[in-house]
């Protein structure tokens, strides 16, 4: 059996030198060396086939630089030839090529130098690529960068409209409800009155934490320090949502620790929202026992103390499984909860983003029928 002749290393060094001139000719990319005026000597097919050149009127007649748009021009002779003869190298340079009969190529360039061993600039080698797609990908981008803008101000504008034309009127149908609560009514009014104010509430909890979530969402919600008494702040929470508690026969248990300051410095209105709706939650979400919220000190000296806030409750509890579902926008733990007890679920989303701008994590800890609680860590500073 006669075996097939090996080539000689002189022509296996021929077909490798075929290949490499192959791969240069038709490469995915445009390749362009130029002597260091910048006089093209050099130039690959593919290059001539997106630009439309002829190689015969570039090579040794025409200047790469001389190639590209106008600004481009300006910009390389200025910028990039200095930078080029610095480093040697060119990276991720976007420019535009003007072609012949008018066509722009939008362009990214790389380019690295050849130099002799003392340094001086002998060639530089361009290496173009065809920015067409990635130039209209980012204009696609920065059009839906713009429509999002226009959208995030309408809908500004829209929870504008919310916060006057629907707030004021809700809480006009409040005070109403609440002064009729005081007349001399038959039990049956007196039952109507209920739900008028009981629901005219749940309304305006609904658009307040619609709201609260679209500041944060704009990043807009900053925070507002200023010297309040943390106890009184408390003793008010538990006032306000007492009449809710006793309307369910559940006790509502306030504990704060001797040591608390009577004065902290912070977000007072912050933090009356979070607690107000971790106690609030709590409330809806048992119907019989009680509801404690408490606050211990942690660590306290001359300039700051750190507290730990604790609100727990004898409700229904949460599985495992849903403990981080109920920290999502929009999120409860079932749908057959939501559907029995009402609510956004935005509650405890605002709240985690509160506590995440004052440097604090909103933890749980629950199991189903035992009830729930919920705590933060806070450091607050003391008034000079």
């Known amino acids: 059996m006669a075996h097939a002749s090996r080539p000689t290393p002189a022509a296996v060094q021929t077909l490798l030198e075929e290949d490499l001139e192959e791969a240069y000719e038709h490469g995915p990319a445009g390749y362009v060396s130029t002597l260091p005026d910048g006089t093209i000597v050099r130039i690959n097919s593919t290059f001539l086939a997106w630009t439309g050149f002829e190689r015969d009127e570039l090579i040794g007649r025409r200047r790469f630089p001389d190639l590209f748009h106008?600004?481009?021009?300006?910009?390389?002779?200025?910028?990039?030839?200095?930078?080029?003869?610095l480093q040697g190298t060119l990276n991720e340079v976007a420019i535009d090529i003007a072609c012949p009969h008018g066509k722009l190529l939008p362009a990214i360039l790389n380019a690295a130098q050849k130099r002799s061993a003392g340094g001086e600039a002998l060639l530089t080698r361009y290496t173009v690529l065809d920015a067409t797609d990635r130039r209209r990908y980012e204009r696609q981008l920065l059009e839906a960068r713009r429509k999002a803008e226009a959208d995030a101000q309408a809908k500004t504008e829209l929870l504008a409209m919310l916060s006057h034309d629907i707030r004021t009127p809700l809480g006009s149908i409040m005070a109403v409800a609440s002064l009729l609560q005081r007349s001399p009514l038959d039990p049956e009014q007196q039952g109507a009155v209920r739900i008028l104010h009981s629901s005219a509430a749940s309304m305006l909890e609904l658009v307040n934490q619609v709201l609260e979530r679209s500041r944060l969402e704009a990043g807009a919600v900053s925070l507002h320090p200023r010297t309040f008494d943390l106890r009184a702040l408390?003793?008010?929470?538990?006032?306000?949502?007492?009449?809710?508690?006793?309307?369910k026969g559940l006790a509502l248990r306030c504990r704060v620790d001797e040591r608390l300051p009577a004065a902290v410095v912070g977000d007072a209105t912050k933090?009356?929202?979070?607690?107000?709706?971790?106690?609030?939650?709590?409330?809806?979400?048992?119907?019989?026992?009680?509801?404690?919220?408490?606050?211990?000190?942690?660590?306290?000296?001359?300039?700051?103390?750190t507290l730990r806030a604790r609100v727990r409750d004898t409700g229904i509890?949460?599985?495992?499984?849903?403990?981080?579902?109920?920290?999502?926008?929009?999120?409860?733990?079932?749908?057959?909860?939501?559907?029995?007890?009402g609510g956004t679920g935005l509650g405890l989303s605002i709240s985690r983003k509160l506590l995440k701008a004052q440097g604090s994590v909103l933890h749980v800890n629950s199991r189903p029928g035992e009830g729930s609680e919920f705590s933060f860590d806070l450091t607050l500073r003391l008034p000079t």
Not at 76 to 85: D, G, V, Y
């Open 317 to 341: 509890g949460i599985a495992e499984e849903a403990l981080g579902r109920i920290f999502e926008e929009y999120g409860q733990a079932h749908e057959s909860i939501a559907a029995r007890y």
């Open 234 to 247: 408390v003793r008010e929470l538990v006032s306000n949502l007492e009449p809710l508690a006793l309307s």
């Open 271 to 305: 933090l009356g929202q979070i607690l107000g709706n971790l106690v609030g939650n709590a409330l809806k979400f048992t119907e019989s026992g009680s509801v404690e919220v408490a606050l211990e000190v942690l660590a306290l000296d001359m300039a700051q103390v």
């Open 70 to 85: 106008l600004p481009g021009r300006i910009y390389f002779e200025t910028h990039l030839r200095p930078l080029l003869a």
